[in-house]
């Protein structure tokens, strides 16, 4: 119980005043593409993404990085929107090739009119279904643009997808960069967008239970499990771009 609320309390001193916030705004445009600063290498943290390989990454039922759909380009990991306003595009899902169970995922994102992604965590890998059946979702999504964002709060980015809405919703528009962060901790897990702390909720208890029985996700039954799991980045269809994706583990 200890180690939660210490955990927890580095969230909160985490949330300072705006002042704070565009502070560190400043030093982090500063600050090299796809490195880590000398306080995340003491803290425990690694990139997943270089910048420059894919290495550690490949579809999601695949052995390897997909052929086509995700690019780098100039330090960033794009995902190739193919326009046709459907979900899914020619690359498919990606996750990175590790488990992580208790964690703390720092990355960056900016999405194109209208887009629409999310990132993935806890997942499973199982043979026939998409990853989306077995893993909990942070959105991304234009909030002024796509349908979605009219369809519910739950459905906006930072929101736990469909089924907890971000507060406060502090997204960014499209074309601008949004910081995101997931942390799990002994089956509590906080989404932070934007330097804020928009979502807490916690897994196997009876109101988590309950929130999974009355929404979508009620039939699958590896859907949101506290076991360790991967970390995957969605292709919706949409060009999105992400960048600065570094993890530590607890």
Same mark, same amino acid.
């Given at each position: 119980?200890?180690?939660?609320?210490?955990?927890?309390?580095?969230?909160?001193?985490?949330?300072?005043?705006?002042?704070?916030? /565009?502070?560190?705004?400043?030093?982090? +445009?500063? $600050?090299?593409?796809?490195? *880590?600063? @000398?306080?995340? !290498?003491?803290?425990?943290?690694?990139?997943?993404?270089?910048?420059?390989?894919?290495?550690?990454?490949?579809?999601?039922?695949?052995?390897?990085?997909?052929?086509?759909?995700?690019?780098?380009?100039?330090?960033?990991?794009?995902?190739?929107?193919?326009?046709?306003?459907?979900?899914?595009?020619?690359?498919?899902?990606?996750?990175?090739?590790?488990?992580?169970?208790?964690?703390?995922?720092?990355?960056?994102?900016?999405?194109?009119?209208?887009?629409?992604?999310?990132?993935?965590?806890?997942?499973?890998?199982?043979?026939?279904?998409?990853?989306?059946?077995?893993?909990? /979702?942070?959105?991304?999504?234009?909030? +002024?643009? $796509?349908?979605?964002?009219? *369809?519910? @709060?739950?459905? !906006?980015?930072?929101?736990?997808?469909?089924?907890?809405?971000?507060?406060?919703?502090?997204?960014?528009?499209?074309?601008?960069?949004?910081?995101?962060?997931?942390?799990?901790?002994?089956?509590?897990?906080?989404?932070?967008?934007?330097?804020?702390?928009?979502?807490?909720?916690?897994?196997?208890?009876?109101?988590?239970?309950?929130?999974?029985?009355?929404?979508?996700?009620?039939?699958?039954?590896?859907?949101?499990?506290?076991?360790?799991?991967?970390?995957?980045?969605?292709?919706?269809?949409?060009?999105?771009?992400?960048?600065?994706?570094?993890?530590?583990?607890?």
């Amino acid at each position: 119980m200890l180690s939660l609320l210490v955990v927890s309390g580095m969230l909160l001193n985490a949330c300072g005043p705006r002042e704070e916030a /565009e502070e560190k705004e400043e030093v982090m +445009e500063e $600050h090299p593409l796809n490195t *880590l600063t @000398e306080e995340e !290498k003491e803290e425990g943290f690694f990139l997943l993404f270089d910048g420059e390989t894919t290495d550690g990454w490949r579809g999601y039922n695949m052995e390897t990085f997909p052929p086509e759909g995700w690019v780098i380009e100039d330090g960033l990991l794009r995902c190739i929107g193919e326009g046709t306003g459907e979900a899914g595009g020619k690359g498919g899902d990606i996750i990175y090739d590790q488990k992580f169970l208790d964690f703390h995922l720092k990355l960056e994102w900016k999405v194109s009119p209208g887009g629409n992604s999310g990132i993935f965590y806890l997942g499973q890998e199982i043979e026939g279904e998409p990853i989306w059946k077995s893993a909990p /979702e942070m959105q991304i999504l234009d909030n +002024e643009r $796509h349908i979605d964002a009219q *369809l519910g @709060e739950d459905r !906006k980015a930072g929101s736990l997808y469909d089924l907890i809405a971000a507060d406060p919703q502090n997204t960014r528009p499209a074309g601008e960069w949004n910081k995101a962060e997931v942390m799990v901790y002994r089956g509590t897990v906080v989404h932070r967008q934007n330097g804020e702390k928009v979502l807490e909720y916690h897994l196997g208890t009876p109101d988590w239970e309950r929130l999974v029985e009355e929404s979508k996700f009620a039939e699958y039954e590896w859907f949101g499990q506290y076991k360790p799991g991967y970390i995957a980045l969605q292709d919706h269809g949409d060009d999105v771009w992400f960048r600065n994706i570094r993890i530590k583990e607890f």
